[in-house]
């Protein structure tokens, strides 16, 4: 599983064990506020460290201040709980629903250099979306804004490959991203990145001449005042290559007859 840092990061060992007592609510389309109860007498003075895993393994780590309440300290991050591309189905009574898979949160609340609690949380965004009996309405998970599909899942013996992506204009009507294309759990880009304004439709073209056979992946990651911002958006798209086409050297024979 491969991590992505957006700050750089050191993690040192501490006796302290995360807590289950972390709680992550989506206050609007960009950001996340976390909770926690600490008994804590200065939590003014204290800064959260907070470490985000996406199901496809990627990670983020921001620090943000902390406001102290009534016996619990809370912050908010920029960090749009979009889609981020890891969609499995998950056996039922009938044929099966998709899942998303789930954020991990985990906090260190930094007094200086010294940590001095700890806390983690996971989060399905599909405990987001409304229900019927089958399950969660996935089509109307109220957090995504951005659409992003490539033309077609496969590209067979062609290398001019392409996507669409746009904004829900009813949701955010504009924002900024940056795209780039990796191949599987990879980080390098092979192509990209592309900042694009999104409004409305738009399509990409890439070139993938000289790319093995296989997966690769579409990153697409949100831009706030100039920073990257969340979790990597991720896309995925195949590339086939057929062997070529070997002629008989006489013509075949199905038993006496050619």
Excluded at 60 to 88: F, T
Excluded at 105 to 128: K, Q
């Amino acid at each position: 599983m491969i991590r992505c840092f957006a700050l750089c990061y050191c993690w040192f060992a501490s006796s302290l064990g995360f807590a289950d007592d972390l709680s992550v609510t989506a206050v609007d389309f960009w950001t996340v506020e976390l909770n926690c109860e600490t008994e804590l007498s200065d939590a003014e003075n204290l800064i959260a460290r907070t470490i985000v895993t996406q199901p496809q393994g990627f990670e983020q780590v921001v620090e943000s201040p902390v406001v102290a309440s009534q016996g619990k300290v809370g912050w908010q991050l920029l960090y749009p709980l979009i889609d981020e591309g890891r969609l499995d189905v998950q056996p039922g009574n009938w044929n099966g629903y998709w899942i998303m898979g789930e954020y991990r949160f985990r906090a260190e609340l930094l007094d200086g250099s010294e940590v001095v609690h700890r806390a983690e949380a996971t989060l399905d965004p599909m405990s987001l979306c409304p229900r019927d009996g089958y399950g969660p309405i996935f089509t109307d998970y109220r957090q995504q804004f951005i659409e992003c599909s490539p033309i077609r899942p496969a590209y067979i013996d062609w290398d001019q490959m392409s996507f669409t992506i746009r904004t829900l204009t009813d949701r955010v009507a504009r924002c900024t991203v940056l795209v780039d294309v990796t191949a599987r759990e990879k980080e390098e880009a092979l192509t990209g990145p592309w900042r694009m304004e999104l409004t409305g439709d738009v399509q990409q073209h890439f070139d993938s001449s000289g790319w093995e056979r296989g997966e690769y992946w579409m990153r697409i990651r949100l831009q706030k005042d100039g920073e990257s911002v969340g979790p990597y958006m991720i896309r995925k798209v195949w590339k086939e290559i057929l062997p070529p086409v070997e002629s008989p050297a006489g013509p075949l024979r199905l038993g006496r007859r050619p």
